[in-house]
């Protein structure tokens, strides 16, 4: 059985028959810390992509009458201290590594919009390589299980050969 494992740009045909239970333990191993890393990466990608969509959620529901209404301006995650918005076109985005920027009311729309959207791409990309990954843990998975299976059954066997000149002698 012929399984492929994506490394970088190059695809490498691997017979998994012709390894030994050991080395397909081992690919698994190595699976499955690739599978969690996966899972770590889409779940940072979701809280990225909801934090994006929350914000471009928030601009439109911005009103233009909003002018002068009292808000809470977040100094922590936890502690607020009351402001006022003076500036209905006027945003200034963190963008990431302590660095902001400023831009209208349809520029701060569309630029969470382009977010949004980007992490979106970079979800399907790492759901389709988490996909490639999951069959091919499968296809370990299934030849191991055959192995350890006829191990099993020959272990068995030999045990069974053991006892039948022990049950002639007596």
Known sequence: MAATANNTAKTEMID?????????????????????????????????????????????????????????????????????????????????????????LEGSKDYFKRRVEYVQEQIEKIEKIQLQKTRFLNSVMGVLEVKQAAAAKMIQQQQQQQQQPTKQSA
């Open 16 to 104: 998994l028959t012709k390894l030994s239970p050991d080395q397909l333990m081992q690919i698994k191993q190595e699976f499955d810390q690739e599978m969690g890393n996966i899972q770590d990466s889409l779940s940072t990608l979701h809280g990225c992509k909801a934090k994006y969509a929350g914000s471009k959620d928030a601009l439109e529901a911005f009103q233009p009458d909003w002018e002068n209404r009292q808000i809470l301006v977040p100094l922590t995650s936890s502690m607020y201290v009351p402001g006022r918005i003076k500036d209905l076109n006027n945003f200034v985005i963190d963008i990431g590594t302590g660095y902001y920027i400023e831009k209208d």
